[in-house]
């Protein structure tokens, strides 16, 4: 008897356990938001890749707005990169998303809206990624390879969602914090010099869509200096196709200061 009401209590406090057990699988990938851990720890999620070059790369577009001013920006600096576009924005605008792949530049699936993912929710996870993935396709004619969840996070959804699509997550070593009202050219290259080492993977933003009204201009500015550092430093600058991700990055001399 005792036997059975212990097989019982045991059942009960399993059953109990797996709302918590789901809410972790959950969360804790999302822990590769934190830059220091994932440079040292998963240096292929943080875009750590050839040490002669670094990967430059835009998120939230396509904006009719702002993105052709980048397009100009780079077509000046003899510069491709590699843009994070969202589905929705793909399917809107396009010629623009045509535009920016005529120009030489990947483009790369950051979700299909720019949503938190406060819960779990798989199936939209994979549903919604993969109709991203495919308005990707069909624009730009190849296999998207690249996946950089809205924000950063990416959680256990995010994470089984990209495998069963065929997408490769890779996040940032620097960024610009370009998306605040505060931000400016100056300061915008101030944040990323410190960071900006060969092998890595620059994040900045050619819209304000999901940001301070405006604040794409200080991106669009520190673009001269960013590039200006690379080039000093001996560094290539370019796409995330070309960065060669999967091979491991040596020991890097190069700085820029």
Do not use: N
């Not at 939230?60 to 994070?84: I, K, W």
């Not at 109709?131 to 690249?146: D, F, I, M, N, Q």
């Amino acid at each position: 008897m005792r036997s059975g009401v212990d097989r019982g209590r045991l059942l009960t406090a399993a059953v109990a356990a797996v709302p918590a057990l789901v809410a972790a699988a959950h969360v804790v990938p999302a822990g590769t938001w934190l830059s220091g851990p994932r440079r040292a720890w998963l240096p292929a999620l943080a875009g750590v890749g050839a040490p002669d070059h670094v990967a430059l790369t835009f998120d939230d577009g396509p904006d009719p707005r702002s993105t052709p001013a980048f397009l100009a920006a780079l077509d000046e600096l003899a510069v491709r990169a590699t843009f994070f576009v969202l589905g929705e924005q793909v399917l809107r605008h396009r010629r623009l998303s045509h535009d920016i792949v005529r120009r030489g530049h990947e483009l790369a699936v950051h979700g299909w809206t720019h949503h938190r993912p406060w819960r779990p929710a798989p199936v939209r996870e994979a549903g919604q990624l993969a109709r991203a993935a495919h308005a990707v396709a069909e624009v730009s004619g190849v296999l998207p390879t690249w996946y950089r969840p809205p924000y950063g996070i990416l959680t256990g959804d995010r994470l089984l969602a990209a495998r069963r699509t065929g997408l490769r997550p890779v996040l940032w070593t620097a960024w610009g914090r370009d998306w605040t009202a505060q931000a400016t050219a100056d300061s915008v290259a101030a944040t990323v010099l410190p960071d900006l080492r060969g092998g890595g993977t620059v994040l900045l933003h050619d819209t304000d869509r999901h940001a301070a009204p405006g604040c794409w201009r200080a991106a669009l500015g520190a673009l001269p200096a960013l590039v200006g550092a690379c080039r000093a430093a001996g560094l290539r600058v370019g796409t995330l196709d070309e960065h060669d991700i999967a091979r491991p990055a040596r020991a890097v001399r190069a700085r820029t200061r």
